[in-house]
């Protein structure tokens, strides 16, 4: 073949190969031409675009980006890369700002960019490398209505496979076409989204309508249920249970009820398919720590899958969990506000697992469960009534008879129990005094009608009932009533008026002599041992006399007079009587005067402290002072303690008094603490033996301290022995709470008393204070001298300081240095007086 027709057959062959290349072109614009009119579906036209260009030129590396302006997305709806993989959601596009992708977008020009291209758009700062770096790429803009919506792109990643300018006129002109066909589609897809939503949003209606329907049509019938008293409870808990079927998944079902008295869990229906030993399970159990019981417990409802009951359990609020259980679900069953059980649905199914919506309806239904579970119980409970009401008829009806027989022979022991004593069998008060008014009518009408009143009170019988107990006291009473009864005359009243007081009415005197034997002979058998438990007891009596006087005519005022002449025996020594006369009263009014007078006194602070020294016997040097109650009153002068105290501590305003002595003495041992600077000074002060039965004290006298500002080991406090044997309990708390304060204590009178041995181990004492009676010339009694040894001896041992009271000459504060008594008070020393007296006293002592 010649060069010319080479040449020629070359050419030919160009033109042929370009008359392919041109017919692809125009095959796949005709396809793409098709494909925006004929294709329905989104997804799969990104696909047919793709192997129509793919027809043209080398894009096995392609995607598709569409640009969301409003939400500044980039959303790669189409990729195949072999290097690289892309989110199929959207992500920010400041992600890839810096890409050629972003740089197309923001410049809306087609892009062809060759490896020098890259290198030099790098230089410039204008690209950034994003991914794996290929060889060429082409990437042209999606344009729609002016606005840039995304890109077409191409890539190669060998050197083989290069683009032309061609190739990107070609992208840019089918990226033309697309864009239509996109647009519309995207509109055909939304249409599609929102008609799906809307058939979706239908069908929810739909099916939210039938439930409703069902579940309106279940408690309709659960409401008839309720009504129907006459269907067996075991099938009334079956129809619930299938009824509640129709609305959730309730193969295994059970209802639970919570009896509060007994404080038991009862399940009243249960229904269990997969699970063995079922009889065994739903056994009646105490109320515990199930899952039930936290429903109930809480008054919430539970949903519970495996992992939060076995939270539940590993916090210890309930028992270990079933571990077939897969889903729990259980609501408490409600009725006006007072949860009476539970019902619970489980599943042992994996795919059968409990919503929330199953919850809700769950509960929702429960509170309906919870009043035909109430009415039912409540028309059950009206039908048991109602039988056991014509049963009760029956047997009432037979009582009726019995019981008008058993009431006369009741009426007759309420009459007697209403006037009659119910421990001893003795007359009452009110029979009493309905005699004593008869007997004074009877005097009215016959002058020379003659009566007396013994009134009785026991004397030791408060000991007995500390000592021994109150049915100890009660035997006594009784053993005291026969004896009374025995003593008198058949036609005279014994009578209990409470507590040891006894009342005896001795009619038709022939003379008072009577009156006064019978006194005697009561007196004479009191004083006699009662056995009691086995033990001698000691009481004795003190016994008012009063006989018949024109002057009375009421009950109440004689008994009154036997009263205060039963006193008066009382103050004259008991175990005695004593025959009332118009002295007594006018003491007893005296008495009420003074009461007042000292309640006045109180409230103007008219009682004041006069301070007796208290010596070191050692060298006479005065280390304390005890301070002693005096009245300064506007009415009455100076009192002593003898004609008030006694009175006082009758009627416990002794209380107000010490507690207003103790105070004025604490002020004005903190004056002299200040003047002579005398640091060890105390004052010592005594309280009534009721303080200490009393819890405030030690607050009380804490907030005095405090008040007067004081420190408290500058205070002592005196008690007497009786403090000790009464209500020791709370006096031991009271003295220990006053030690931790700081305050000594001292025990007065020391040896008069019990003198118990024990109490001096048991309660925390400091000082012993010897009572006068053995120190009054001590030199003169030998065996006083033995005693007084004896308790300073006892003392130093238990670690206890002693003072001497009453010392009133030299050889007795002599021999009490010589026995080792410490400390001493005395006329002999010096006479209690007030206080500007005993500062002249101090100057030069403490100056000394």
Not at 222 to 233: A, R, Y
Not at 481 to 494: F, H, W
Not at 666 to 677: D, I, V
Not at 809 to 815: E, H, P, T, V
């Amino acid at each position: 073949m010649s060069h010319m027709d080479s040449e020629l057959a070359k050419q030919s062959l160009q033109l042929l190969e370009k008359y392919r290349k041109l017919e692809a072109r125009y095959t796949a614009l005709f396809t793409l031409n098709q494909l925006s009119h004929d294709c329905a579906d989104l997804n799969t036209f990104y696909g047919q675009v793709h192997q129509a260009i793919a027809s043209i030129m080398n894009a096995n590396n392609f995607y598709v980006v569409l640009h969301d302006q409003t939400f500044n997305t980039l959303e790669f709806v189409y990729h195949v890369d072999e290097n690289d993989t892309m989110p199929s959601t959207p992500f920010p596009y400041e992600d890839f700002k810096g890409t050629m992708t972003c740089h197309v977008i923001e410049q809306g020009k087609p892009l062809l960019v060759t490896p020098e291209k890259m290198q030099a758009l790098k230089d410039e700062g204008i690209i950034k490398q994003k991914g794996t770096a290929g060889t060429d790429w082409l990437g042209v803009p999606l344009i729609s209505d002016g606005f840039v919506i995304g890109i077409m792109a191409v890539q190669s990643y060998s050197e083989t496979t290069r683009y032309i300018d061609d190739d990107l006129e070609m992208l840019t002109f089918t990226a033309q076409h697309i864009v239509t066909a996109m647009a519309r589609l995207q509109d055909r897809d939304r249409l599609q989204k929102a008609v799906d939503a809307r058939t979706r949003e239908l069908m929810q209606q739909i099916r939210e309508r039938e439930k409703s329907e069902l579940l309106q049509e279940s408690l309709f019938r659960i409401s008839e249920l309720t009504s129907d008293t006459n269907i067996d409870i075991n099938k009334f808990y079956e129809m619930v249970h299938n009824i509640v079927g129709q609305l959730i998944n309730a193969e295994n079902f059970f209802i639970a009820r919570h009896n509060r008295a007994d404080n038991m869990l009862y399940f009243s229906y249960y229904s269990e398919r997969e699970s063995e030993n079922v009889a065994q399970k739903y056994q009646p159990r105490k109320f515990g720590k199930g899952f039930t019981e936290l429903v109930i417990s809480n008054k919430k409802t539970l949903l519970l899958d495996p992992q939060k009951m076995n939270d539940l359990y590993q916090q210890g609020l309930t028992l270990k969990p079933q571990t077939q259980t897969k889903s729990w679900l259980g609501v408490p069953l409600v009725h006006a506000g007072e949860v009476i059980g539970a019902m619970v649905i489980q599943s042992y199914q994996a795919n059968v697992i409990f919503s929330q919506q199953d919850a809700e309806l769950l509960n929702f239904v429960s509170q309906h469960v919870s009043t035909a579970i109430k009415r039912r119980d409540l028309a059950l409970f009206e039908k048991q009534t109602q039988e056991l009401l014509e049963q009760q008829v029956k047997l009432r009806t037979a009582e009726l008879e019995e019981e008008i027989k058993q009431r006369k022979a009741m009426q007759e022991k309420l009459k007697h129990a209403a006037s009659h004593d119910a421990l001893t069998g003795l007359p009452n008060r009110s029979v009493f005094l309905d005699l004593l008014n008869h007997a004074i009518a009877c005097f009215t009408r016959k002058p020379e009608f003659q009566f007396a009143v013994l009134f009785l009170d026991l004397d030791r019988f408060k000991v007995v009932n500390d000592s021994l107990g109150h049915h100890a006291g009660d035997e006594l009473l009784k053993q005291v009533a026969i004896g009374l009864e025995q003593l008198v005359r058949s036609k005279d009243t014994v009578a209990r008026l409470g507590g040891d007081e006894f009342v005896i009415l001795i009619e038709d005197l022939e003379s008072q002599q009577e009156a006064y034997d019978i006194a005697q002979r009561i007196t004479d058998f009191l004083s006699r041992p009662f056995s009691i438990e086995n033990q001698p007891v000691f009481i004795g009596t003190s016994i008012g006399v009063l006989f018949n006087d024109e002057r009375y005519t009421s009950a109440e005022v004689m008994l009154r007079d036997a009263d205060i002449a039963m006193y008066h025996a009382k103050d004259m020594g008991k175990g005695r009587y004593e025959v009332f006369d118009s002295s007594m009263h006018k003491k007893v009014q005296s008495a009420m005067i003074l009461e007042a007078d000292i309640r006045e006194a109180i409230a103007k602070q008219e009682f004041v402290p006069y301070f007796q020294p208290i010596v070191r016997l050692s060298d006479q040097e005065i280390v304390g002072f005890e301070a002693l109650a005096r009245w300064k009153s506007d009415k009455r002068g100076f009192v002593m303690p003898n004609n008030f105290i006694s009175l006082a501590e009758e009627t416990n305003l002794i209380m107000a008094i010490d507690m207003q002595i103790i105070e004025k003495s604490c002020r004005q041992l903190k004056h002299w603490l200040a003047e002579f600077g005398h640091s060890s000074l105390y004052v010592s002060c005594n309280l009534y033996s009721n303080h200490f039965f009393d819890a405030s004290l030690p607050q009380e006298i804490e907030n005095m301290l405090e008040r007067v500002g004081l420190p408290a080991k500058h205070l002592r406090v005196e008690l007497t022995e009786r403090a000790l044997l009464e209500n020791s309990d709370i006096v031991l708390a009271n003295m220990t709470a006053l030690k931790q304060l700081g305050v000594k204590i001292l025990l007065d009178d020391f040896g008069t008393g019990y003198s118990s041995l024990s109490y001096l181990h048991r309660f925390p004492l400091d000082v012993l204070k010897i009572d006068r009676s053995f120190i009054n010339n001590i030199h003169e009694h030998n065996n006083h001298q033995a005693i007084i040894k004896t308790i300073i001896d006892l003392a130093t041992n238990l670690q206890m300081g002693t003072v001497g009271e009453g010392i009133e000459n030299a050889s007795d504060a002599k021999l009490l240095e010589q026995m080792d008594c410490m400390y001493g008070q005395g006329y002999y020393f010096h006479k209690p007086a007030p206080a500007h007296e005993i500062s002249r006293q101090l100057t030069p002592c403490i100056q000394s």
